[in-house]
């Protein structure tokens, strides 16, 4: 599958906010991209399905996504648990290394880390998510209810991915 299909071109991503995605969005179009089907398969997306993953790719297609090294470190640990396989890790891997060179990473210093007051209460991740999302002026996409709160509360634009599913129901809806 080209990726060119489904990412526009870099003029075309500046017209929008950039999004960085938590670590499920990101797992999810990861695994959608290697496997569809493997998503209903795979516990830490069990919500979500093919038609998700298809929303998904729609929504981050024209913007410049940015990761943080912490939600890269979760998505490894995390997509090393599908289907037990040794292999499958590097299949996911080699499947979308094109879209992981697309994406843009974002560094956040550990000391930037450690003196958020957030730090106790979230965790390395999603500190570094909110630091990125402020220097960047990103919009934060997760389906974590306490990130998508402490977002909101320092004033920076987030979207939960029900609101992005919400779609979905519009979709399947007959007129």
Same mark, same amino acid.
């Not at 919500?47 to 790719?57: A, G, N, P, T």
């Not at 997509?79 to 590097?90: E, Q, V, W, Y």
């Given at each position: 599958?080209?990726?060119?299909?489904?990412?526009?071109?870099? !003029?075309? *991503? /500046?017209?929008?906010?950039?999004? %960085?995605?938590?670590?499920?969005?990101? &797992? =999810?179009?990861?695994?959608?991209?290697?496997?569809?089907?493997?998503?209903?398969?795979?516990?830490?997306?069990?919500?979500?399905?093919?038609?998700?993953?298809?929303?998904?790719?729609?929504?981050?297609?024209?913007?410049?996504?940015?990761?943080?090294?912490?939600?890269?470190?979760?998505?490894?640990?995390?997509?090393?648990?599908? !289907?037990? *396989? /040794?292999?499958?890790?590097?299949? %996911?891997?080699?499947?979308?290394?094109? &879209? =992981?060179?697309?994406?843009?990473?974002?560094?956040?210093?550990?000391?930037?880390?450690?003196?958020?007051?957030?730090?106790?209460?979230?965790?390395?991740?999603?500190?570094?998510?909110?630091?990125?999302?402020?220097?960047?002026?990103?919009?934060?996409?997760?389906?974590?209810?306490?990130?998508?709160?402490?977002?909101?509360?320092?004033?920076?634009? /987030?979207?939960?991915?029900?609101? %992005?599913?919400?779609?979905?129901?519009?979709?399947?809806?007959?007129?």
């Amino acid at each position: 599958m080209k990726l060119e299909k489904y990412f526009m071109s870099k !003029k075309l *991503k /500046t017209r929008k906010k950039p999004i %960085i995605t938590d670590t499920s969005p990101l &797992l =999810l179009l990861l695994i959608g991209l290697y496997d569809k089907n493997a998503i209903k398969g795979f516990k830490r997306l069990s919500e979500y399905d093919s038609d998700d993953f298809d929303l998904l790719l729609q929504f981050v297609a024209t913007r410049k996504v940015i990761v943080t090294p912490q939600i890269l470190a979760e998505v490894s640990n995390f997509a090393k648990m599908l !289907k037990d *396989k /040794t292999d499958t890790f590097s299949e %996911i891997i080699g499947k979308n290394k094109e &879209l =992981l060179e697309k994406v843009c990473e974002k560094y956040i210093p550990k000391n930037d880390i450690l003196s958020s007051q957030e730090l106790v209460r979230f965790g390395f991740t999603d500190v570094s998510i909110i630091v990125a999302a402020k220097e960047n002026d990103a919009l934060v996409l997760t389906d974590d209810f306490l990130l998508l709160g402490i977002c909101k509360k320092n004033g920076l634009d /987030t979207k939960n991915m029900k609101e %992005i599913l919400a779609w979905k129901e519009i979709f399947n809806t007959s007129f």
